[in-house]
T-cell receptor, first 115, second 111 residues
Framework: NAGVMQNPRHLVRRRGQEARLRCSPM?????VYWYRQLPEEGLKFMVY????????ESGMPKERFSAEFPKEGPSILRIQQVVRGDSAAYFC?????????????FGPGTRLTVL | RKEVEQDPGPFNVPEGATVAFNCTYS??????FFWYRQDCRKEPKLLMS?????NEDGRFTAQLNRASQYISLLIRDSKLSDSATYLC????????????WGLGTSLAVNP
């Protein structure tokens, strides 16, 4: 049973370009979470999705960031017109359910560098 | 005040030592508590959930004190492979899916 998969593992973009980060949850998991970890900072919740629905996006910046989890295919975190401050590690996690005791399993992360 | 606070360390201990990490949280209505470990440039991995009665998993013991809003992790007989950053994680009350993360405590176990 493959774990959570993220790609690309490393992504370099110039300012103003778009970044697309993909996350495939563990088999059987329908709940996906995105987190961002800035250098020397803790993980910060961004968004929680179930298939075709955004459940909680309270951690998403108001502009340039969007997320989706379509019926088929991976979850996508999209960052438009990237700026240097977007450079960070972006982790995706999945869980079988959305309850408080459901363990979130993390993917290896995508390290975004904005030049 | 941060919602979850940890001593950043670093803790430098010899192999075989016992080391304890502490964590405090500010929201008294928080319901779920976890310790994760994160190796350098890797993803966080669940170490253990923390239950009100306290729980143990091999060399690791976690305790929760709701009155003081305090969580602890004790590592006995530490190994070189325990070197990592230990993250205290708390759910945000009213939204069980949103985990709030401490900045982590860095541990280096030396031979």
């Amino acid at each position: 049973n493959a774990g959570v998969m993220q790609n690309p593992r490393h992504l370099v973009r110039r300012r103003g370009q778009e970044a697309r980060l993909r996350c495939s949850p563990m088999k059987g998991h329908s709940h996906v979470y995105w987190y961002r970890q800035l250098p020397e900072e803790g993980l910060k919740f961004m968004v929680y999705l179930q298939k075709e629905n955004i459940i909680d996006e309270s951690g998403m910046p108001k502009e340039r960031f969007s997320a989706e989890f379509p019926k088929e295919g991976p979850s996508i975190l999209r960052i438009q017109q990237v700026v240097r401050g977007d450079s960070a590690a972006y982790f995706c996690a999945s869980s079988p359910g959305g309850g408080p005791t459901d363990t979130q399993y993390f993917g290896p992360g995508t390290r975004l560098t904005v030049l | 005040r941060k919602e979850v606070e940890q001593d950043p360390g670093p803790f430098n201990v010899p192999e075989g030592a016992t080391v304890a990490f502490n964590c405090t949280y500010s929201n008294s209505a928080s319901q779920s508590f976890f310790w994760y470990r994160q190796d350098c440039r890797k993803e966080p991995k669940l170490l253990m959930s923390v239950y009100s009665s306290g729980n143990e998993d091999g060399r690791f013991t976690a305790q929760l004190n709701r009155a003081s809003q305090y969580i602890s992790l004790l590592i006995r007989d530490s190994k070189l492979s325990d070197s990592a950053t230990y993250l205290c994680v708390v759910n945000r009350a009213g939204n069980n899916r949103k985990l709030i993360w401490g900045l982590g405590t860095s541990l280096a176990v030396n031979p």
